[in-house]
């Protein structure tokens, strides 16, 4: 059987998942904020590498105190959450600790500053997701969406 040559690539400008789980209800700091980061699809089910969780709860309490973290802050920091845990650490290595730090700022929950690193502007999260991530993600996306139907309804 030939191989298919490959035309193009599809290569999004925006990915965005979104999952809905739960209401949240007791549940611990940590617990909550793996919720969120599974719903919003910065983390994925089952996964048990899970720094993404530790780097947005160590930054959400830096907030709380409008302090800025350096790299290094972070990672120190999430290594002592995951020994107070007691979660084995996995996942904590500087690169990875690197590359999760960029996801959130893509996501616009962190960024950085001649001082640090930052939960953006000091905001709280509610105010982030509907300003950064409804007004402009879902909205860019959901426009694109509709402009594909549209050219669908016309052709077809």
């Not at 650490?89 to 930052?118: C, H, M, W």
């Not at 950064?132 to 969406?145: A, P, T, W, Y």
Request: glycine share 4%; aromatic share 6%.
């Amino acid at each position: 059987m030939a191989k298919q040559k490959t035309i193009s690539k599809d290569i999004p400008l925006i990915e965005l998942t979104l999952r809905r789980y739960e209401k949240p209800t007791n549940l611990s700091d940590r617990e909550l904020i793996r919720k969120l980061c599974l719903s919003m699809g910065i983390l994925q089910p089952g996964d048990s590498r899970d720094a993404m969780v530790d780097i947005l709860y160590v930054s959400l309490k830096a907030s709380k105190e409008r302090k800025h973290l350096s790299m290094k802050d972070i990672e120190t920091a999430v290594v002592d959450l995951r020994k107070r845990f007691n979660l084995p650490l996995v996942g904590i290595t500087a690169p990875n600790i690197t590359r999760q730090v960029r996801r959130l700022k893509d996501i616009s929950f962190l960024e950085k500053t001649i001082s640090g690193y930052r939960v953006t502007e000091f905001s709280n999260l509610h105010d982030l997701f509907e300003e950064k991530i409804e007004g402009v993600m879902l909205s860019s996306i959901n426009s694109r969406i509709k402009d594909y139907l549209k050219k669908i309804d016309n052709d077809f």
